[in-house]
């Protein structure tokens, strides 16, 4: 939230967020062959007309957004999949684990210095938390999921 909460002056969800959503659904069914060239031109006309006249911040960051991910999507970086994989327990929890110890420090550090200090030490609690509750809740979860069989219909 900290990058678009520097692009737009809207703290409200959806017309700050829709647009990127968006974006990225029209990008991903490009990309998993539901839908084809012409009828993504044809989207993207529709949509760029709308951000153009509502959210012209929204736009400019789409259009400088799709083309990085569409060129770089294949570069792999060492360490990225791991973060992917803690993701979902670091969106859980970050608000438990490092917000609280940033906020609890918080009142004894006044230095510039020993602030970033701080927020780092909150993001490395916030990243161990979620690494652990990975390894104990998510990844046992997943194990036992692939035991139940799935009914269709």
Same mark, same amino acid.
């Given at each position: 939230?900290?990058?678009?909460?520097?692009?737009?002056?809207?703290?409200?969800?959806?017309?700050?967020?829709?647009?990127?959503?968006?974006? =990225?659904i029209l990008y991903d069914l490009?990309?998993? =062959? &539901?839908?084809?060239?012409?009828?993504?031109?044809?989207?993207? #006309?529709?949509?760029?007309?709308?951000?153009?006249?509502?959210?012209? &911040?929204? $736009?400019?960051?789409? #259009? *400088?957004? *799709?083309? @990085?991910?569409? $060129?770089?999507?294949? #570069?792999?970086?060492?360490?990225?999949?791991?973060?992917?994989?803690?993701?979902?327990?670091?969106?859980?929890?970050?608000?438990?684990?490092?917000?609280?110890?940033?906020?609890?420090?918080?009142?004894h550090v006044s230095t510039p210095v020993? &602030?970033?200090?701080?927020? =780092? *030490? /909150?993001?490395?609690?916030?990243? /161990?938390?979620?690494?652990?509750?990975?390894?104990?809740?998510?990844?046992?979860?997943?194990? @036992?999921?692939?035991?139940?069989?799935?009914? #269709?219909?």
């Open positions: 939230m900290l990058i678009p909460g520097l692009v737009f002056e809207s703290n409200a969800f959806l017309p700050v967020w829709m647009p990127l959503f968006l974006a =990225g490009f990309q998993s =062959g &539901k839908i084809r060239s012409p009828q993504l031109l044809v989207w993207l #006309v529709i949509f760029s007309a709308f951000l153009l006249y509502g959210n012209p &911040k929204a $736009f400019v960051v789409i #259009v *400088l957004a *799709l083309p @990085l991910i569409h $060129f770089l999507g294949h #570069v792999r970086l060492p360490g990225l999949h791991q973060a992917g994989i803690i993701s979902y327990s670091l969106y859980l929890f970050h608000g438990l684990s490092g917000a609280v110890v940033i906020n609890v420090l918080s009142h020993e &602030k970033i200090a701080l927020v =780092g *030490l /909150g993001v490395g609690v916030a990243l /161990g938390f979620a690494y652990v509750t990975y390894r104990i809740i998510e990844l046992p979860a997943h194990r @036992l999921a692939r035991t139940i069989p799935m009914r #269709v219909g």
